[in-house]
Nanobody
Framework: QVQLVESGGGLVQPGGSLRLSCAASGFTFSSYFMSWYRQAPGKERELVASISSAGGLTNYGDSVKGRFTISRDNAKNTVYLQMNSLKPEDTAVYYC?????????WGQGTQVTVSS
């Protein structure tokens, strides 16, 4: 079965950086777009970034453009989210996502808290 396991979250000061990882299994990772979403308390889940199967195409939410970078390593079945210049409004649970057989699959999420 599809399994997505996120890691790398934590507490960071404003202006700091974090790198999230998502280890995938149970499907042919190199054949699928992968995405990162986030959900802050009281808000809807929103798309942060997505990347094509070979990594040549990326897309970002307006609020993170120029600060976050999505990448993938198909040899390791892992997708990454490098987050720089973090702001308090980036505080959220971050989820890894794949649309597999017309269904959204999610990891358990990793908490990112940006606070001084």
């Amino acid at each position: 079965q599809v399994q997505l396991v996120e890691s790398g979250g934590g507490l960071v000061q404003p202006g700091g950086s974090l790198r999230l990882s998502c280890a995938a299994s149970g499907f042919t990772f190199s054949s699928y777009f992968m995405s990162w979403y986030r959900q802050a308390p009281g808000k809807e889940r929103e798309l942060v970034a997505s990347i094509s199967s070979a990594g040549g195409l990326t897309n970002y939410g307006d609020s993170v453009k120029g600060r976050f970078t999505i990448s993938r390593d198909n040899a390791k079945n892992t997708v990454y989210l490098q987050m720089n210049s973090l702001k308090p409004e980036d505080t959220a649970v971050y989820y890894c996502n794949v649309r597999y057989l017309l269904q959204n699959k999610w990891g358990q999420g990793t908490q990112v808290t940006v606070s001084s």
